[in-house]
């Protein structure tokens, strides 16, 4: 199992474009998340799935937009950039069912807003 | 909504010497405390977890203990290795419904051989 996979690893981006960060898992996970990371706010989280057509927003949702259209991807979409979602994005899933709430990260991408 | 705050956000220990992260939170309905570790680059791993219906738990070197009626939660690491330098999260989950996870700020550690 390759785990949760991001791409890309880094990426800069101009004030005003747009881009959409993949993620992808292969553990049949029904929880899906995004959460950013900034220095001394620890993990934010951005958006949510519980399974394929659901989503939900989480803490800091404004400036991205989600979809779920399949269980193994959960792409996070920024609609217009701005320099303060410069930051290092984590996708992370979950079995989500039973006692199984162990969260399985990826590598991150770290993105700059210039 | 659920509130973790970490203490400290820093810390510095000789090879050999323990380790202890404080966290605490605001939530009496969280159930779930994970400790996740975040090497240098990379994404954050589970290291350890405890539930509300545990006081303690071990796992060789780690160990974390939960007081509900105070609502603290502490990671201790003991015999620290310089491999234990990482970044260390809490957090804190309500297992009902979507399962939403509450991070910590972090505890940056560095374990000097």
């Known amino acids: 199992n390759a785990g949760v996979t991001q791409t890309p690893k880094f990426q800069v981006l101009k004030t005003g474009q747009s881009m959409t960060l993949q993620c992808a898992q292969d553990?049949?996970?029904?929880?899906m998340s995004w959460y950013r990371q900034d220095p001394g706010m620890g993990l934010r989280l951005i958006h949510y799935?519980?399974?394929?057509?659901?989503?939900d927003q989480g803490e800091v949702p404004n400036g991205y937009n989600v979809s779920r259209s399949t269980t193994e991807d959960f792409p996070l979409r920024l609609l217009s950039a701005a320099p303060s979602q410069t930051s290092v994005y984590f996708c992370?899933?979950?079995?989500?069912?039973?006692?199984?709430?162990?969260?399985?990260f990826g590598p991150g991408t770290r993105l700059t807003v210039t | 909504g659920e509130n973790v705050e970490q203490h400290p956000s820093t810390l510095s220990v000789q090879e050999g010497d323990s380790a202890v992260i404080k966290c605490t939170y605001s939530d009496s309905a969280s159930n779930y405390f994970p400790w996740y570790k975040q090497e240098l680059g990379k994404g954050p791993q589970l290291i350890i977890d405890?539930?509300?219906?545990?006081g303690e738990k071990k796992d060789q070197r780690i160990a974390v203990t939960l007081n509900k009626t105070a609502k603290h939660f502490s990671l201790h690491i003991t015999e620290t290795q310089p491999e234990d330098s990482a970044v260390y999260f809490c957090a804190a989950l309500n297992s009902g419904g979507y399962q939403k996870v509450t991070f910590g700020i972090g505890t940056k550690l560095q374990v000097i051989p």
């Open positions: 405890i539930r509300s219906n545990v």
């Open positions: 799935s519980v399974g394929a057509g659901i989503t």
């Open positions: 553990m049949n996970h029904e929880y």
């Open positions: 992370a899933s979950s079995l989500g069912s039973g006692n199984a709430y162990e969260q399985y």
